[in-house]
T-cell receptor, first 112, second 117 residues
């Protein structure tokens, strides 16, 4: 049981490049979500999913795309990286609305 | 819109003493959940404790307890008998169960706790 895994752990991009942050969970959780953490701002929700095929926007969705084709995977795509997207990205999963979310180890992204 | 406020950017406590970390929230939804997470310097997010809006009793998990005052919309975390390993960033978070905020987790800005020996 690996819990929530994220790859890569570190990434450096140039402005305008695209990439996908991978997230997978093996707990059969229906909820999955992506957050970004910036200094002094706590964690902010980017996108979330309540099940395979269902996604919705969070607080800061611009510049990011998601899809959920399986219960296990919830990739986050950066379409055209910008320096403002330099942040630590966390993926999380949970069983339901009243249950705790389990977080992955995070991906530290730097956009030059 | 739901909002979480943590007014203490930093807190200091002596080892073995108790400390309270403040959290207030704002929501119009009668059904919600409140969470506390710990983030040590290594960066991972560790779930500590959960309180549901309809729970009659305050939640407790070992040395952690949640002082839930619904009328005041506060959900303070109490850590008893502080240990050096408790030094970390602590986040309060809320999750609504219905309406347009369904399923979304909103975090406060966090409180850095430092435990002195």
């Amino acid at each position: 049981n690996a819990g929530v895994t994220q790859t890569p752990k570190f990434q450096v991009l140039k402005t305008g490049q695209s990439m996908t942050l991978q997230c997978a969970q093996d707990m059969n959780h229906e909820y999955m979500s992506w957050y970004r953490q910036d200094p002094g701002m706590g964690l902010r929700l980017i996108h979330y999913s309540v099940g395979a095929g269902i996604t919705d926007q969070g607080e800061v969705p611009n510049g990011y795309n998601v899809s959920r084709s399986t219960t296990e995977d919830f990739p986050l795509r950066l379409l055209s990286a910008a320096p403002s997207q330099t942040s630590v990205y966390f993926c999380a999963s949970g069983r339901g609305s009243y249950n705790e979310q389990f977080f992955g180890p995070g991906t530290r992204l730097t956009v030059l | 819109a739901q909002k979480i406020t943590q007014t203490q950017p930093g807190m200091f406590v002596q080892e073995k003493e108790a400390v309270t970390l403040d959290c207030t929230y704002d929501t119009s939804d009668p059904s919600y959940g409140l969470f506390w997470y710990k983030q040590p310097s290594s960066g991972e997010m560790i779930f500590l404790i959960y309180q549901g809006s309809y729970d009659q009793q305050n939640a407790t998990e070992g040395r952690y307890s949640l002082n839930f005052q619904k009328a005041r919309k506060s959900a303070n975390l109490v850590i008893s008998a502080s240990q050096l390993g408790d030094s970390a960033m602590y986040f309060c978070a809320m999750r609504n169960a219905g309406g347009t905020s369904y399923g979304k987790l909103t975090f406060g800005q966090g409180t850095i706790l430092t435990v002195h020996p």
